[in-house]
């Protein structure tokens, strides 16, 4: 049984950073994509951020420049550097895996509010 396990959500004032972090466990397949996803009311889940094992990243234009992500692969773990955070930025955050086998998997979510 994989698990997801997502932390490090909150309220910030804009302007300010915050950092997520997401662990994955149970997994039998490698985890080549590990990613983040967003979603705020009333709009559509959206993609973020991701990573392969490979070190590839690519982001959401909405992002670019203030977003890092990063990953341990020895320890399936996943982070969400986020930096000069706006209001627009305020969505329910998703850690998301994709293992060898294809398979998808999501965390329950982090609440992100940019608010002054």
């Known amino acids: 049984q994989v698990q997801l396990v997502e932390s490090g959500g909150g309220l910030v004032q804009p302007g300010g950073s915050l950092r997520l972090f997401c662990a994955a466990s149970g997994n039998r397949y490698s985890l080549p994509i590990m990613a983040w996803y967003r979603q705020a009311p009333g709009n559509e889940r959206e993609l973020v951020a991701r990573m392969h094992t490979s070190g590839l990243r690519d982001y959401a234009e909405s992002v670019e420049g203030r977003f890092t992500i990063s990953r341990d692969n020895a320890k399936n773990t996943v982070s969400l550097e986020m930096n000069s955070l706006k209001p627009e930025d305020t969505a329910l955050y998703f850690c998301?895996?994709?293992?060898?086998?294809?398979?998808?998997?999501w965390g329950q979510g982090t609440q992100v509010t940019v608010s002054s």
């Open positions: 998301n895996i994709m293992d060898s086998s294809m398979a998808e998997y």
